[in-house]
Nanobody
Framework: VQLQASGGGLVQAGDSLRLACAASGRTEINFVMGWFRQTPGKEREFVAAINWRDGRTNYADSVKDRFSISRDADNTGFLQVNVLKPEDTAVYYC????????????????WGQGTLVTVSS
C-alpha cells in the first residue's frame, strides 16, 4: 500500500484544516488507516484511526473533541482538524495496517511522507 498525505499548511489558532491521505494498493480487506503527528525531539503521537471496511474509529483523548477521521469511496482518508491550537503544530503522517484499529505506531506497516501543519497564535 502506498500513501500520499496532503493538506497541511500555515494557519492561525482557531482555524480548521482538512488533511487527506490517498491510498493505493490492497485496501479491500481489513485495512486500517491511522494518523499520527510528530514534533522535533518527540515521539510520534497517535491522533486517530479508522477501519476502512466498517468505519470503526479510535481517537486520542487530546483531540477527540476537535478532530474527525473519515474516508471516501475513492480510497482517500481524511482528518478534519478544527479549532487548531499552537500545540497542534506538527508533521502529520498517515499510516496503514491490516488488522484492528490500534493506536501504536509500531503496528503500522505503511507510511506516507507527512504533511506539515503550523498553527500560529
Amino acid at each position: 500500500v502506498q500513501l500520499q498525505a496532503s493538506g497541511g499548511g500555515l494557519v492561525q489558532a482557531g482555524d480548521s484544516l482538512r488533511l487527506a491521505c490517498a491510498a493505493s494498493g490492497r485496501t479491500e480487506i481489513n485495512f486500517v488507516m491511522g494518523w499520527f503527528r510528530q514534533t522535533p525531539g518527540k515521539e510520534r503521537e497517535f491522533v486517530a484511526a479508522i477501519n476502512w471496511r466498517d468505519g470503526r474509529t479510535n481517537y486520542a483523548d487530546s483531540v477527540k473533541d476537535r478532530f474527525s477521521i473519515s474516508r471516501d469511496a475513492d480510497n482517500t482518508g481524511f482528518l478534519q482538524v478544527n479549532v487548531l491550537k499552537p500545540e497542534d503544530t506538527a508533521v502529520y503522517y498517515c499510516a496503514g495496517r491490516y488488522g484492528s484499529v490500534v493506536a501504536y505506531s509500531k503496528y503500522y506497516r505503511f507510511w506516507g511522507q507527512g504533511t506539515l501543519v503550523t498553527v500560529s497564535s
